[in-house]
């Protein structure tokens, strides 16, 4: 009988401890609970409410518009984009955006990571060659490209000067179609060799020395363990640089704006006599800012975003596919 009846009295401080505990358990706070937390993060998303969504919504609906920057809008469908794919111009502005991008960008990535390689491999002075190779990156572009004017001047440019002690002709290099942009493109790459270089070096710097050291005793040479070795641990490094130049190659704006203008006397976006260094973003500027057409640059601006889009996709596609 006591025992019988002594059973819920033993169960009673258990019942009491759960209910003490589910009490001390902090309740869930809603979302305004959280609203300290909120407004401390607030400014970021508001400046990129402001500067990113905002004009981004905007330049999508400007598309479909006409408008001179003062007056009314004018309601244009998709008018803008039939235009765009039959403008001449806009097509030659995309070939010579991918040509310069083509004859920079790929030779900038090999050079970059014979660079880092070297730079990996070197005992003295690590530090002071790593700050050489990317001060070009932190120098102002204007200012380069003024001083590569000055390096391709027909006249008295350092480039045919070259040319002239080497028994060569010499070559009006911001007056004619290659030139143009022979000229752009190494201003590109000179500007991005040592940038990339770092990232190369940073990559290097995780690749076990083991692998080398077997490679040595098997009787591998420095160019076998650069193709075999290197360059296949790095896929993944160099996927990150050919997709982030291709995004800035493919956005070419200040170095041929600020290298040709002077070449041009009807606007400062043309980019050089027959239009041979305008890139797709001069073009759009041209647009805009030249004949106050934005809702046709607001087209141009979409259609450089699809361009680089697609572009870094394949690009993305064609590394990925070799690791397969």
């Known amino acids: 009988m006591t025992g019988v009846g002594a059973a819920p009295t033993l169960g009673a401080p258990a019942d009491d401890g759960v209910r003490s505990a589910a009490a001390r358990r902090p309740k869930p706070r809603s979302v305004l609970g959280y609203w300290r937390l909120y407004l401390a993060i607030s400014p970021f998303y508001l400046l990129f409410l402001c500067f990113g969504l905002i004009p981004v919504g905007f330049s999508l609906y400007l598309s479909f518009h006409r408008w001179d920057g003062l007056g009314s809008m004018e309601y244009a469908g998709l008018s803008q984009y039939r235009y765009l794919l039959s403008d001449s111009q806009f097509w030659n502005s995309l070939t010579n955006t991918l040509i310069i991008w083509a004859i920079a960008t790929l030779p900038m990535l090999f050079i970059a990571l014979v660079t880092a390689v070297m730079l990996n491999s070197a005992v003295r002075f690590k530090n002071f060659y790593r700050f050489a190779y990317f001060l070009p990156n932190v120098t102002s572009v204007v200012a380069v490209a003024i001083i590569f004017t000055s390096i391709f001047s027909t006249n008295f440019g350092l480039a045919n000067a070259v040319l002239h002690g080497l028994g060569l002709d010499q070559v009006a290099w911001l007056n004619t179609d290659w030139g143009i942009k022979i000229s752009i493109a190494v201003l590109m ?8 270089a770092l990232i190369f070096l940073a990559g290097l710097q995780t690749i076990p020395s083991e692998l080398y050291e077997a490679a040595r005793v098997d009787g591998a040479g420095p160019v076998q363990t650069f193709f075999r070795i290197t360059v296949p641990m790095m896929r993944p490094i160099i996927l990150f640089a050919l997709v982030v130049s291709t995004v800035t190659g493919l956005q070419s704006f200040t170095e041929p704006q600020v290298l040709l ?8 976006f043309a980019g050089g006599p027959g239009n041979s260094g305008q890139t797709m973003v001069l073009y759009f500027f041209q647009q805009s800012f030249d004949n106050n057409d934005f809702g046709y640059g607001a087209a141009i601006a979409w259609g450089i975003f699809l361009v680089v889009a697609i572009f870094s996709i ?8 070799g690791e397969k």
Request: charged share 10%; no cysteine.
């Open 189 to 196: 790459t000179w500007q991005w060799t040592g940038y990339n």
């Open 261 to 268: 203008a002077n070449t041009n006397n009807t606007s400062t």
């Open 314 to 321: 394949v690009n993305w596609r064609l590394v990925q596919r």
